[in-house]
């Protein structure tokens, strides 16, 4: 099942990244190669950085590193190379596979599938990694006139800690208003048991052997 969705999750992503174009054009094409790229990479990736820590590559491992793919390629999608869109990829799965463990195990945070470490950090270092891969000489479409890539590269730092700004004030200012409403967190008990159980009186799947 696991990857199952990750198969559809991948080839919805094309429509997510080539469908920004806004038309079918080369751009959307090259939106699309360089996500399937991408996502191949981080993929790749993880699984070599699972054979090295633990010397048991997983299926999990394999799903969660297309994601993180995915994720870093997404804001340089259709602005990048082919070439640049592999190495954006294997980058990709590395960091957001150290930034999993760290998170997981150094800071005990329950990030609920990854979240914030594969498609937060991945989306972060695709932002950063725009700047650099985007200049003509390397295959991108360029910068604009008289901008340096370090210029860019300011502009992409300030684009992050905007949307960071933004998403964690909202965040936080939902939160508040939801828990005035309904409680934002179950007891041990249903915790233990699983939502579904706890909240609908039913499991979801059923596995016999």
């Given at each position: 099942?696991?990857?199952?969705?990750?198969?559809?999750?991948?080839?919805?992503?094309?429509?997510?990244?080539?469908?920004?174009?806004?038309?079918?054009?080369?751009?959307?094409?090259?939106?699309?190669?360089?996500?399937?790229?991408?996502?191949?990479?981080?993929?790749?990736?993880?699984?070599?950085?699972?054979?090295?820590?633990?010397?048991?590559?997983?299926?999990?491992?394999?799903?969660?590193?297309?994601?993180?793919?995915?994720?870093?390629?997404?804001?340089?999608?259709?602005?990048?190379?082919?070439?640049?869109?592999?190495?954006?990829?294997?980058?990709?799965?590395?960091?957001?596979?150290?930034?999993?463990?760290?998170?997981?195990?150094?800071?005990?945070?329950?990030?609920?599938?990854?979240?914030?470490?594969?498609?937060?950090?991945?989306?972060?270092?695709?932002?950063?990694?725009?700047?650099?891969?985007?200049?003509?000489?390397?295959?991108?479409?360029?910068?604009?006139?008289?901008?340096?890539?370090?210029?860019?590269?300011?502009?992409?730092?300030?684009?992050?800690?905007?949307?960071?700004?933004?998403?964690?004030?909202?965040?936080?200012?939902?939160?508040?208003?939801?828990?005035?409403?309904?409680?934002l967190r179950v007891d041990q008990e249903a915790e233990h048991d699983g939502l579904d159980l706890a909240s609908?009186?039913?499991?979801?799947?059923?596995?016999?052997?």
């Amino acid at each position: 099942m696991t990857m199952m969705g990750a198969g559809m999750l991948w080839v919805g992503w094309f429509g997510f990244n080539g469908g920004s174009a806004l038309a079918a054009d080369a751009s959307a094409g090259n939106a699309i190669l360089v996500t399937h790229l991408s996502a191949s990479a981080g993929a790749l990736a993880w699984t070599a950085a699972e054979w090295v820590k633990i010397r048991k590559p997983t299926s999990i491992g394999i799903v969660t590193g297309c994601v993180a793919g995915l994720a870093t390629i997404t804001p340089a999608a259709g602005y990048v190379s082919p070439a640049a869109a592999l190495l954006i990829g294997l980058a990709g799965g590395l960091v957001c596979f150290f930034v999993t463990l760290f998170v997981k195990h150094r800071l005990v945070i329950d990030d609920s599938l990854d979240v914030f470490a594969v498609h937060g950090v991945g989306g972060i270092l695709g932002s950063l990694l725009l700047a650099v891969f985007v200049p003509a000489g390397l295959g991108g479409v360029g910068l604009a006139e008289g901008r340096t890539v370090l210029d860019q590269l300011g502009v992409q730092v300030l684009a992050v800690v905007v949307v960071a700004l933004w998403s964690g004030v909202a965040t936080y200012g939902l939160g508040r208003a939801l828990g005035l409403v309904t409680p934002l967190r179950v007891d041990q008990e249903a915790e233990h048991d699983g939502l579904d159980l706890a909240s609908h009186g039913e499991r979801a799947y059923e596995f016999t052997a």
